[in-house]
């Protein structure tokens, strides 16, 4: 057997956090829910996953957006999965025993429930929650001109 199956208490937890998080995602669409404080608004960008094919859970993409003739933003936005499980819960404690997905020929064996992944993934047609990182390149000089790092609201994909 490659994967311990995950605990009753961590799947059913998990299968909460998917049905909140879809409900809230959904939210971001009708304006039922609010954009918290501390993540930017990058609704309006359009995305890119950048995930290979087949892959089942897509937590990365990607936004470029040409700013003048010489300046072009990039954005990376990671799935933010930290935001879904809470610090020293049994799921967050089984992720630390684990420590990561892994990809094996036969079937991945997965760090976290899937209905965790689920929820934070892009593949949804929702907006969801992300990590940015947002870099602002010259292309006459190639140089990177600004850096930020944020938590966004983004997509869909």
């Known amino acids: 057997e490659l994967e311990t199956p995950f605990p009753v208490e961590v799947a059913e937890n998990a299968r909460i956090v998917r049905e909140k998080t879809f409900k809230r ?3 971001y669409s009708t304006g039922a829910t609010k954009i918290v404080s501390w993540r930017r608004d990058c609704r309006d960008r359009k995305l890119w996953c950048f995930d290979e094919q087949g892959t089942r859970f897509f937590d990365d993409a990607l936004s ?3 700013l003048s003739e010489a300046l072009v933003r990039i954005t990376v936005y990671v799935a933010d ?25 036969q079937r991945p064996l997965h760090m976290l429930p899937p209905a965790i992944l689920d929820a934070a993934s892009f593949n949804d047609g929702m907006c969801g929650e992300a990590i940015a990182v947002e870099m602002v390149v010259d292309l006459s000089s190639r140089r990177l001109v600004e850096e930020h790092v944020y938590g966004a609201v983004a997509g869909p994909v």
Not at 81 to 105: F, I
Request: no cysteine; aromatic share 4%; charged share 25%.
């Open 25 to 27: 995602r959904m939210g």
């Open 64 to 66: 470029v957006e040409s």
């Open 81 to 105: 999965v930290e935001s879904l499980v809470p610090v020293n819960s049994p799921t967050d404690k089984l992720a630390l025993q684990r420590g990561e997905s892994l990809y094996l020929p």
